[in-house]
């Protein structure tokens, strides 16, 4: 096997991967002791390492695979997912997070519990026990095994494939010297052009029309003038078999038996530092992998954007606005809105569907939020949460960015062949970082990605364990159990849970599949999180809020979510004018964002009528942020009017830039200082208390004034990238 992993590559990535194993190991072989210890790392995690922790399970194989997949397809527009983020960790820090840490809880369905009842509880950890079994573990074990096991794919199989995809779009592969060639290397270009001589005139009769004898001879003669074609009658006979054999050329195939240790390697080194050491060696692994996604992904942005075919950030930014179409036909890929009717990304859905999303992954999400329950203080969880902010920053320029200059490398260097986006990321490591011949390199960036993975997975593995000990079986089943019996629950199902994703990946996810990582994951979590979202929402702002309207809510959010587009669809497809004009602006199909937001919009309507029908509770509406005193009623009202007052100065500045009468700087300029300005309203209460008590006060001791400083960073990037 040929592949760009060498023997210091595999000592790298092995000596990374088991030594990671144990320090997780080392750090949780004494957190077995109370529940407390080993499912919040006994409550005492410093702030770095809560930014570790948080950023190592967000920023998983989604953004080292998946995200650059998105970006080298459907470009910028991806970012949204990480520039929006930071609403979400905002209210994550300011909003959710006071109420939660105030509270004492473990699991965020207990929250649930304390504020509705039982039904929502347990709603709750059914959904979030479904998505991070199989709409994020699954999917995680599959895409890092196959993105590792394309590095070991033979040379000669890729250029099979890139020979096949060359001669079907330009109908000829680049000359080059044979005697540069290996032998599998000669052999993989003469099997290509042999079964060309006889699938080439099919495709191309098929390309003009119907395959019929005069277009199929009048196509070989095209291409073979000296040639002598088979009989028709021979051809259409063997048609069949010949474009089947000529798809398997076309691909590059990963290796089954490979891919499958690829996932129970993953899920043994993940598996024993969990099951051994609860959420503290979770937290401390993160850390590390952190480090290690951090540097897999810019050293491949680093070696994308140095390369002698793209040069620069500014050079591909050339690329894309079509200023070098004598090289590569540009895309115009580098920008963060699209029309209201495109069919996976439209602004009116990334700026409302995202935006819920973003709610619920950072605010109601049980494996994010344990990171920040784990926190020594509410001040450490803050700075850890903002800290990350500033990191998930840097995605859409290492990683999307980097996905949108690999297509127009890969342009360049493979004209005509087309590929799919999920092998944007191992094509980079075998065209710009495996030439660079460093020992080790390829292994380290490998790591890389396999610690993105681990680091994900160890975090949902605890965070199923946690709903499941506490909701279920300390609930209902032994409300009495003590902790020693809890933390032995909790090890056998992670076991459990990793060995039955680990099978159910193998059973279900195809190593060769062409469907885009991203698209599984957003498809799939978008239908089951609206109604969580809007019963956490109702929940702390709205004491009239009662028990039956929390768990109506969430069912709410669910059922529209996945009823809902195959009514859009008969409604659209329908004669009236208001079918026609909504199917023109936002599409024939619904999309997934819009879906998302009008779900919500449907389950906070249930809540209220819900609310209104049924009788309030007075002992659960005290759980709200008014009740538990985390904010007096005019505070509330206030944040109000400076969120309207935000809102309304950025539709401002929107329409002012649309309509060219300022450039996307400087209104990103302009929305950045009105933002930061809202923050230092709330900073100059600090300032002038210490004033009044005769001492000086920095503003940079203030997580509010860091909060502020990311919050102008994203809003800037709304508007400069529009």
């Known amino acids: 096997m040929e592949g760009i992993l060498s023997t210091a590559d595999f000592i790298v990535f092995f000596g990374i991967l088991f030594g990671v194993m144990a320090v997780g190991l080392w ?55 990480e520039i929006t983020a930071i609403a979400g960790l905002l209210l994550l820090c300011y909003f959710f997070l006071p109420v939660y840490r105030k509270l004492h809880i473990y699991t965020l369905s207990d ?13 709750y950890a059914g959904i979030m026990v479904t998505i991070i079994v199989l709409v994020m573990m699954l999917p995680a074990f599959y895409l890092g095994s196959r993105a590792v096991n394309i590095l070991l794919v033979d040379k000669a199989e890729i250029l099979q494939a890139q020979y ?80 089947a054999e000529w798809g398997l050329l076309k691909r590059v195939e990963v290796d089954r038996k490979l891919y499958i240790w690829g996932i129970l390697i993953m899920a043994l080194v993940t598996g024993a530092y969990t099951i051994v050491g609860g959420l503290r060696a979770v937290i401390v692994t993160d850390v590390i992998q952190s480090v290690l996604i951090l540097l897999g992904m810019l050293i491949v942005a680093w070696c994308t954007f140095n390369h002698n075919l793209i040069g620069s950030w500014s050079m591909m930014i ?133 610690g993105a993975i681990l680091s994900s997975v160890d975090s949902m593995m605890n965070s199923a364990a946690t709903l499941i000990t ?29 060995l039955g994703s680990a099978i159910l990946t193998i059973v279900v996810f195809d190593p060769n599949a062409d469907e885009p990582f991203m698209n599984y994951v957003l498809g799939h979590q978008a239908k089951l999180v609206s109604g969580l979202v809007a019963a956490f929402m109702m929940g702390m ?24 587009p ?32 009008i779900a919500f919009l449907c389950a906070l309507a249930a809540n209220v009528i819900t609310s ?54 400087a209104a990103g300029v302009l929305g950045a200082i009105w933002t930061f300005m809202m923050f230092l309203d709330s900073l100059f209460k600090v300032v002038l208390s210490a004033a009044a008590k005769g001492r000086a006060y920095s503003f940079l001791r203030e997580d509010l004034f860091w909060a502020g400083l990311l919050a102008s960073s994203a809003v800037f990037m709304m508007y400069h990238f529009a």
């Open 566 to 597: 195959s009514l859009y669809a008969s409604f659209t497809a329908g004669e009236g004018p208001i079918a026609k004009e909504i199917g023109m602006r936002f599409g024939a199909s619904l999309n997934p964002f819009h879906a998302v937001f």
């Open 27 to 81: 750090v949780g072989r004494s957190d077995g002791s109370s529940a407390q210890d080993y499912f919040l790392a006994g409550k005492d995690t410093p702030w770095w390492a809560v930014a570790g922790s948080i950023f190592g399970s967000n920023v998983s194989a989604n953004h080292m695979v998946g995200m650059m997949a998105v970006g080298f397809g459907a470009g910028f527009v991806i970012s949204h997912l």
């Open 318 to 450: 050339d690329f894309d606005q079509n200023k070098l179409k004598e090289i590569v036909e540009g895309k115009n890929l580098m920008h963060l809105y699209k029309p209201m009717d495109d069919p996976r990304h439209p602004w009116t859905g990334m700026l409302s569907g995202v935006l819920v999303l973003h709610f619920y992954y950072w605010g109601a999400n049980q494996f994010i939020v344990q990171r920040a329950l784990a926190a020594r203080s509410l001040k450490d969880a803050r700075t850890g949460i903002i800290t990350a902010g500033f990191v998930k920053l840097l995605i859409p320029f290492i990683s999307i960015g980097t996905g949108i200059a690999a297509y127009y490398l890969f342009q360049q260097l493979m004209p005509g062949v087309q590929l799919a986006g999920d092998t944007a990321f191992p094509m980079l490591m075998r065209e710009v970082v495996a030439p660079l011949a460093v020992p080790g390199l390829v292994g380290l960036v490998a790591a890389g990605l396999i």
């Open 612 to 665: 209104l029908a049924t009788q309030p509770n007075d002992d659960k509406a005290k759980y709200t942020w008014v009740g538990l005193k985390i904010m007096r009623e005019s505070d509330l009202q206030h944040f109000g009017m400076k969120l309207l007052g935000s809102v309304l100065i950025f539709i401002l500045l929107a329409v002012l830039m649309t309509g060219k009468i300022i450039s996307p700087m």
């Open 111 to 123: 929250y649930l519990n304390r504020r509705f009842d039982d039904r929502s509880r347990v709603a």
């Open 164 to 243: 096949a995809s060359q001669l079907e779009n330009t109908g000829k592969i680049p000359s080059m010297d044979l005697d540069d060639l290996t032998t599998s290397e000669a052999e993989a270009r003469t099997e290509v052009l042999d079964a060309w001589e006889k699938y080439g005139p099919i495709y191309l009769a098929q390309k003009s029309g119907e395959l019929t004898e005069t277009s199929y001879n009048d196509a070989y003669a095209g291409l073979y003038p000296e040639g002598t074609p088979l009989s028709f009658q021979e051809i259409k006979k063997q048609s069949p078999s010949i474009e």
């Open 541 to 564: 702002l709205w004491a009239r809020a009662t028990p039956t309207a929390g768990f109506v809510s969430i069912i709410t959010g669910v059922v529209v979510s996945y009823g809902l």
């Open 470 to 498: 506490f909701d279920g079986y300390k609930r209902f089943v032994n409300p009495e159990a003590s902790d020693e019996k809890l933390v032995r629950l909790g090890k056998v199902i992670i076991g459990i849970l990793v």
